[in-house]
């Protein structure tokens, strides 16, 4: 058991949580008909929600399986091969991911500093999704379940957050 990045997943996992619901709980639309889809069709959003139980089902492949990087042993080799450097992408990753519902909040009332502060926390955390996937295909012994995992993580945190979303909020709250 890799305890050091466990412990750090489920803080971190709690963290994310919370600031979610601390932004939602007033809200009195739907998931699907939130206004943090920021307009986007409804057909969107569904293939957007789609791709989020992805991501967590690929997180889970990847970090949670017996063998994963948590209830297994950590990284080994490439990358992510030293614990201190796995560990410091998981944290910044989640301090990233938690800081997005505040900032995005805050951006969608107006506060430009705010609404950049969002953009790169998306930017971060598809940063550290990319170092995960390099990790994943780095490893000595590279498991199918890990790249998979980490390549279903990351179409929702680089492609669907940090790219598509990120463009339309930059584009309804800076210009």
Sequence with gaps: MNTPSLIITIIGGILVLLSYFIVFKGSKKSYLDSEYWLGQSKSTVVVFFIFQLLAVMGFLMAFATPNG??????????????????????????????????????????????????????????????????????????????????????????LSDGIAWNAKFIKMTLT
């Excluded at 998981?90 to 805050?106: G, K, N, P, T």
């Excluded at 390099?134 to 498991?143: F, N």
């Excluded at 980490?150 to 929702?156: A, E, K, N, P, V």
């Design 69 to 158: 990087w948590l209830f297994g042993q950590g990284p080994n080799g490439g990358i992510l091969g030293n614990p201190e450097v796995f560990n410091s992408v998981l944290i910044v990753f989640f301090l990233a991911a938690s800081s997005w519902a505040f900032l995005a909040r805050s951006g969608l009332k107006g506060s430009k500093f705010s609404a950049i502060c969002c953009s790169i926390s998306l930017i971060i955390t598809a940063i550290c999704s990319i170092l995960l996937l390099a990790g994943a295909v780095e490893e000595k012994d590279s498991k199918w379940y890990k790249v998979l995992g980490t390549l279903l993580f990351g179409i929702t945190i680089i």
